[in-house]
């Protein structure tokens, strides 16, 4: 008699991504999340009742709902900690991976009481940056706590990085950057010149096709310099009569108020509160503008420069990695208007200027910040950090 022996396969290594938001999936994860599926188990936790988001996105990783809640509330913390524990603890992942702040901390601490071997924290912004007194202190404690707890560290930008370990938050030796920043990279195939597209953002709007367009593309809120950005727009616009300024995100803060006492130009300043089509508006635009406070790299500038679009960008911290200043782009100081008007009549008053800083600005972004470097680089960063690499784990 013959008898065969069937060989039990062995068991992939598993990862389980930890976010507030579905739309941080939706927005910086979907790449990583199809790579890490093809050798890894994969699991997303995330604050959404949708069950079957993730299969919208045509991706292959089992879901789990929890409520993490964006803003500090402690007996939902104390819940959703809870259930991140019993979780961890029944699918015994061999790594877990955790984008933004209060994810960030509840999974590094549900991670460390399971007992779970290899914890990652990828910062990519800190809250705190430009706060200050007990409110600056006491984030930048728990930004402490959740780089102690976990046992990796990752930072989207090298200035970032520099920052984090100059305020002692985390040591040189944990913290590293995959490649020479960015969270996901930018899809060259989604984000570049479309003439098309150009077209038809400004019919929406009535501008011109010759006008001059300023682009905001994010949440409206003082953090982000908007309130900057319109006081230098009341500038540029008497002196450029044909400029108009788009933002496009949210009003979070009001700030839309504040120009609409400007009859000279209120009809040059567009607002669209959505889009899930930021390349659309991209094509449309000739100088992005980000007046930040603080920002973890500025992913918005890399895309627009992706579009062959140049910036206007705060000189800080994240900023100044997207940004090669004088060559794909301007920087002011936060908080000046007067030297965002300055930088932005700059590239007005010149457009041989600006299409020369947007051409650069394009092939810098596409050799430098790809999204399949960003995934590539992720998945070697993975292989060489995770349990059992050296035990006869997936190659």
């Known amino acids: 008699m013959i008898h065969s022996l069937t060989m039990s396969q062995p068991r992939r290594p598993s990862i389980c991504y930890v976010v507030s938001s579905e739309m941080t999936v939706r927005a910086f994860l ?30 292959q990783a089992a879901f789990h709902s929890v409520a993490i809640a964006r803003q500090i509330a402690p007996w939902a913390d104390l819940k959703a900690l809870l259930k991140l524990v019993r979780l961890f603890r029944a699918q015994h992942f061999d790594m ?37 007194g007990w409110k600056r202190w006491l ?4 930004d402490r706590l959740l780089a102690g707890l976990a046992t990796h560290v990752l930072v989207d930008s090298p200035s970032q990085r520099d920052f984090l370990v100059a305020e002692g938050v985390v040591s040189s030796a944990k913290a590293s950057v995959i490649g020479v920043g960015s969270i996901c990279g930018v899809d060259a195939e989604k984000f570049k010149p479309d003439a098309e597209a150009r077209r038809c953002i400004r019919e929406d709007f009535g501008i011109p096709e010759s006008a001059p367009v300023l682009l905001f593309l994010g949440r409206l809120h003082r953090d982000k310099g908007i309130a900057d950005l319109i006081a230098a727009f009341a500038s540029l616009s008497q002196q450029f009569p044909d400029a108009h300024l788009l933002l496009v995100g949210p009003d979070e803060g009001g700030l839309l108020a504040l120009a609409s006492a400007q009859d000279a130009w209120g009809k040059r300043l567009h607002h ?29 500038v890399i895309e627009a420069a992706a ?21 794909t782009g301007l920087l002011h100081e936060p908080g000046d208007a007067a030297g965002i008007a300055a930088a932005v009549a700059q590239l007005i008053e010149n457009p041989d200027l600006r299409h020369a800083m947007g051409e650069k600005a394009r092939k810098r972004a596409l050799s430098l910040f790809s999204r399949e470097a ?22």
């Not at 999340?33 to 093809?38: G, L, P, T, V, Y």
């Not at 984030?139 to 728990?142: P, V």
């Not at 603080?294 to 992913?299: H, S």
Request: proline share 6%.
């Open 307 to 327: 579009a062959g679009v140049p910036a206007v960008a705060s000189r800080i911290y994240g900023v100044t990695d997207a940004i090669e200043a004088g060559e």
């Open 272 to 300: 669209a509160p959505y889009t899930d089509q930021p390349a659309r508006f991209m094509a449309a635009a000739d100088v992005f503008c980000l007046p930040s406070y603080r920002e973890g790299f500025g992913m918005v």
């Open 139 to 142: 984030l930048k404690q728990l």
């Open 30 to 59: 979907p790449g990583h999340i199809a790579a890490a599926s093809e050798r890894y188990e994969v699991a997303v936790v995330a604050n959404s009742a949708s069950r079957d988001f993730l299969d919208q996105l045509g991706l």
């Open 374 to 395: 960003s995934i590539s680089g992720l998945m070697a960063y993975y292989e060489k950090i995770r349990p059992g690499r050296s035990t006869g784990g997936t190659p």
């Open 96 to 132: 877990i991976h955790s984008v933004s702040p209060k994810a960030g901390l509840l999974a590094m601490l549900a991670g460390w009481l399971a007992g779970t071997e290899c914890r990652i924290h990828i910062f990519t912004g800190q809250v705190w940056a430009n706060k200050k």
